[in-house]
């Protein structure tokens, strides 16, 4: 039976290694990075050739046929190179996708993940009628909580903590993507507007440690805290992939041998930074549960976790009496 009209044109099984045809070049492409032991090496190898191209995954397929010049094919090579080396797809493509976000992430500042997208969820379902007043996000990284929850109105202003400078200058750049306008600057913070319906949301970006000893939190109490904190144990950063082990920040990861550190600071601190009635978020690892439970326990009313879609236990929420 014939094609239909139009209808991209059936993939060689055996591209010729010497053609410049776009679809020759991406199943080579997935070819290569199969070999590399890459996990989705089909979507990779779309994902690198559509950003090399500025087109999207469908705009490859209408286009199947269309030669790429020598340069473009060297440079697809060259992204070939880097990811089958394990180098993470979204430093290779410089952003990362988080709920309606596309962010620019970039060596040094900790990949969005899906399953972080649930303390955005979980703050939207708490979220006032007419949306938090304020509210802080503690170790931003790439900005993504933040920026979720001032674009998604589930709060007007937002102070963006991180100890990492190359972070928060990340985060500084994607909230100018959005739309925000630098309203102010002094030593370690950086004050942005933007202008939503006719109200204004605020970011504030602070340099300092929330997790630490000497932890400290400009502008406490706030009515609603979240948190990406580092949780990952030891133990469990050893098994991790390589390309996280080797390219991701390891500091934003690991924090103490049983990855609790962090958590054992807040705990300790959210009494003081939370308003009365406050509301903290925050993510955790799949098997901490316990261990979570007994320390947020000493100074909250009801603590609960939430499980994120592959069924594994991923925000703990805790409520200031």
């Known amino acids: 039976?014939?094609?239909?009209?139009?209808?991209?044109?059936?993939?060689?099984?055996?591209?010729?290694?010497?053609?410049?045809?776009l679809m020759d070049l991406l199943l080579l492409g997935t070819e290569y990075l199969a070999g590399k032991g890459v996990e989705n090496p089909r979507l990779d190898a779309e994902l690198l050739l559509a950003h090399l191209l500025k087109l999207d995954r469908v705009g490859l397929y209408l286009h199947h046929d269309?030669?790429?010049?020598?340069?473009?094919?060297?440079?697809?090579?060259?992204?070939?190179?880097?990811?089958?080396?394990?180098?993470?797809?979204?430093?290779?493509?410089?952003?990362?996708?988080?709920?309606?976000l596309d962010l620019i992430v970039r060596p040094g500042v900790l990949i969005p993940r899906p399953e972080t997208e649930l303390v955005v969820e979980l703050a939207a379902r708490h979220c006032p009628e007419t949306g938090f007043e304020r509210a802080a996000d503690l170790g931003t990284g790439s900005g993504a909580i933040a920026l979720s929850l001032l674009e998604e109105g589930i709060a007007k202003e937002v102070v963006a903590v991180d100890i990492?400078?190359?972070?928060?200058?990340?985060?500084?750049?994607?909230?100018?993507?959005?739309?925000?306008?630098?309203?102010?600057?002094?030593?370690?913070?950086?004050?942005?507007?933007?202008?939503?319906?006719?109200e204004t949301r605020l970011l504030i970006l602070v340099e300092g440690d929330v997790f630490g000893e000497e932890a400290n939190l400009p502008q406490a109490p706030f009515p609603l805290i979240v948190a990406n904190p580092p949780y990952v144990s030891e133990v469990e950063f050893s098994t991790l992939a390589q390309e996280i082990r080797i390219?991701?920040?390891?500091?934003?990861?690991?924090?103490?041998?049983?990855?609790?550190?962090?958590?054992?600071?807040?705990?300790?601190?959210?009494?003081k930074w939370l308003e009365p009635g406050g509301l903290f978020l925050g993510e955790c690892g799949a098997g901490q549960g316990d261990a979570l439970r007994e320390l947020h326990e000493t100074w909250s009313r009801t603590v609960d976790r939430h499980r994120d879609y592959a069924g594994h236990g991923r925000v703990v929420e805790a409520w200031r009496p």
């Not at 269309?66 to 080396?85: C, D, H, I």
């Not at 390219?247 to 009494?271: K, N, W």
């Open 247 to 271: 390219h991701e920040p390891r500091a934003a990861l690991v924090y103490g041998a049983d990855g609790l550190d962090a958590h054992r600071t807040l705990a300790r601190l959210l009494p």
């Open 1 to 21: 039976m014939a094609a239909p009209p139009g209808s991209p044109a059936p993939a060689s099984r055996h591209p010729n290694p010497d053609s410049n045809r």
């Open 164 to 198: 990492s400078v190359e972070a928060l200058n990340v985060a500084a750049e994607n909230a100018r993507l959005l739309g925000f306008d630098e309203a102010g600057k002094e030593e370690g913070t950086l004050r942005f507007e933007k202008s939503v319906n006719d």
């Open 66 to 100: 269309r030669p790429l010049t020598g340069e473009e094919k060297t440079s697809f090579r060259a992204l070939l190179v880097r990811r089958g080396k394990g180098e993470p797809l979204q430093y290779i493509n410089g952003h990362a996708g988080f709920r309606n």
